[in-house]
């Protein structure tokens, strides 16, 4: 019986993702300075009805007056949703305009595989037609009960899918939970009442190439709360956090990097692995516990996001770092 292989997406940080509404440009140029590793100049939520043509201008502006990839920065647009009358002329008029300055389109409300398919059919389009030579990505936000019903099949849905976003605030309304916080813990629930969600999804994206990031957390000053979240995610398998403010952006990269001694455990579990095999041996003890193949897995992982932060600070020191690489690996 063979199996469809899926390959992972083209590599990003998304340790930090830097919420912008797309009405304020002001805070264009305080987004770009920033330590976020991911902006997404927002034309959905974050703009009351009355301003989104004009966000929508700014925002294109945005994009072609600010050198974000020469920041380090992954620059997203957070298109308005499906079932709106702003998304079409979001999709068209930003990429059309500002597409070779974009590296990936986030979706809001995605509740099935068509509507990833819709923005993919859309992009193949205007980037052929502008001759756009590098190829647009999209994430997604799962934050509806049909979304995380559909999960699985719109991990599928596309190859320029890089990553899903869980959107706690609109699917806390759409499952009807007992809560009017944005990202918080509720007192009555015994744990994190998002750890199932949350889990569904990572699952998904684990399974077929994508990164799993959640999203917001509503109070900016309890930086605790924030910090204890992000631990929930990360010891989940989440790679990142949005911050709807500049002071999450630090608490987000601090949470989503190795720390110092787990990276050092990994490098001599390496190490003592590679020694095993030398000597012929499938599994070795390091600090009184078994080690094998599958601790070699874990410490890979560990080991490869180590390097891609410490990458991306010394080509922002050099001013050399692009966000822009080859093409997402498709899938056969």
């Known amino acids: 019986m063979s199996h469809t292989r899926y390959e992972p997406a083209r590599q990003r940080l998304q340790r930090s993702e830097l919420a912008v509404p797309g009405s304020s440009p002001a805070l264009f140029v305080k987004a770009l300075g920033g330590e976020a590793d991911y902006v997404f100049l927002d034309l959905e939520d974050a703009v009351a009805p009355g301003d989104k043509e004009q966000a929508r201008t700014n925002v294109i502006r945005g994009l072609l007056e600010h050198d974000w990839r020469g920041h380090?920065?992954?620059?997203?647009?957070?298109?308005?949703?499906l079932d709106t009358q702003y998304m079409y002329r979001d999709l068209v008029e930003v990429v059309e305009q500002a597409?070779?300055?974009?590296?990936?389109?986030?979706?809001?409300?995605?509740?099935?595989?068509?509507?990833?398919?819709?923005?993919?059919?859309?992009?193949?389009?205007?980037?052929?037609?502008?001759?756009?030579?590098?190829?647009?990505?999209?994430?997604?936000?799962?934050?509806?009960?049909?979304?995380?019903?559909?999960?699985?099949?719109?991990?599928?849905?596309?190859?320029?899918?890089?990553?899903?976003?869980?959107?706690?605030?609109?699917?806390?309304?759409?499952?009807?939970?007992?809560?009017?916080?944005?990202?918080?813990?509720?007192?009555?629930?015994?744990?994190?009442?998002?750890?199932?969600?949350?889990?569904?999804?990572?699952?998904?994206?684990?399974?077929?190439?994508?990164?799993?990031?959640?999203?917001?957390?509503?109070d900016f000053k309890d930086s605790d709360?924030?910090?204890?979240?992000?631990?929930?995610?990360?010891?989940?398998?989440?790679?990142?956090?949005?911050?709807?403010?500049?002071?999450?952006?630090?608490?987000?990269?601090?949470?989503?990097?190795?720390?110092?001694?787990?990276?050092?455990?990994?490098?001599?579990?390496?190490?003592?692995?590679?020694e095993a095999a030398r000597e012929g041996r499938g599994a070795a003890q390091l600090d009184g516990k078994m080690i094998d193949a599958a601790s070699a897995r874990m410490a890979e992982n560990v080991v490869r996001m180590q390097e891609a932060v410490a990458g991306r600070g010394s080509r922002v020191a050099n001013g050399e770092l692009t966000t822009r690489g080859p093409r997402p690996g498709t899938r056969d």
């Open 72 to 81: 380090g920065k992954t620059i997203c647009v957070r298109i308005n949703g």
């Open 99 to 218: 597409g070779h300055r974009l590296d990936t389109i986030l979706i809001p409300k995605v509740g099935v595989p068509a509507d990833v398919y819709l923005v993919d059919a859309l992009l193949t389009q205007i980037e052929a037609a502008k001759g756009i030579e590098h190829r647009i990505g999209i994430d997604v936000l799962i934050e509806t009960a049909l979304g995380m019903a559909n999960v699985e099949a719109i991990a599928q849905s596309s190859s320029r899918l890089e990553a899903m976003h869980f959107g706690v605030a609109d699917y806390s309304a759409s499952v009807r939970a007992r809560t009017v916080v944005i990202g918080g813990l509720n007192p009555d629930y015994p744990g994190d009442q998002w750890h199932a969600a949350l889990s569904r999804m990572i699952v998904a994206c684990r399974a077929y190439g994508l990164r799993p990031i959640d999203g917001p957390f509503g």
């Open 225 to 274: 709360g924030y910090r204890l979240s992000a631990r929930r995610g990360a010891a989940l398998g989440i790679e990142g956090k949005w911050a709807i403010h500049p002071s999450q952006i630090a608490l987000a990269n601090e949470v989503f990097s190795p720390p110092a001694a787990e990276v050092e455990r990994a490098g001599r579990i390496l190490a003592a692995l590679d």
